[in-house]
């Protein structure tokens, strides 16, 4: 967990200082390479860091736009509503990979990203996030946030292929046989 929250750091100290903003809908790449630290005991790359790498890619979003500002500083924070990996090819050790962060659209309450690993142009796997910004335990309107920070474009519902991923997840919370 130490070198999670110092990779955080890493990262808001590069956004202040390095790398230059952009905007809420831009798509993000980042280049990786899987160390031995990221490896489960069969050489390849552990299902858990795969939404390791996803919260490095939000971080990295949030930091370099206008978000971390019109949020954080006035109480709201973050929340991951659900994720979704889905695997396609196993990432080895010391091999390079790519992930880029795409936003699939929002509505009233909820942002949907996709992120998705690619190594040699082949993707290998591809991640869903729902989130959204909390305060006062109630959730923000995402198009209010959206608007503060500065975004011009049109509203960008998310397609029915995503809305339905997320779609049984508060089924699946309130059966009681769990």
């Known amino acids: 967990m130490f070198y999670y929250w110092l990779h955080v750091i890493y990262i808001y100290i590069s956004s202040k200082l390095f790398l230059s903003k952009v905007d809420v809908d831009s798509e993000i790449t980042r280049h990786r390479r899987v160390s031995i630290l990221d490896c489960e005991g069969f050489r390849y790359m552990s299902n858990s860091r795969y939404c390791y790498y996803m919260d490095f890619i939000r971080y990295e979003l949030l930091f370099r736009t206008k978000l971390y500002t019109n949020t954080f500083s006035k109480g709201m ?102």
């Open 77 to 178: 924070f973050g929340v991951l509503g659900s994720q979704k990996v889905i695997y396609k090819k196993p990432l080895k050790r010391w091999s390079k990979f790519s992930i880029t962060l795409y936003l699939e659209g929002w509505d009233d309450k909820w942002a949907y990203h996709r992120q998705v690993f690619r190594q040699n142009n082949k993707v290998c796997a591809i991640g869903y996030t729902k989130l959204a910004f909390v305060k006062n335990r109630e959730l923000q309107s995402m198009k209010t946030i959206l608007n503060t920070c500065g975004y011009k474009g049109s509203v960008k519902p998310p397609s029915s292929m995503v809305l339905d991923l997320f779609k049984n997840d508060q089924t699946l919370l309130s059966n009681e046989d769990i």
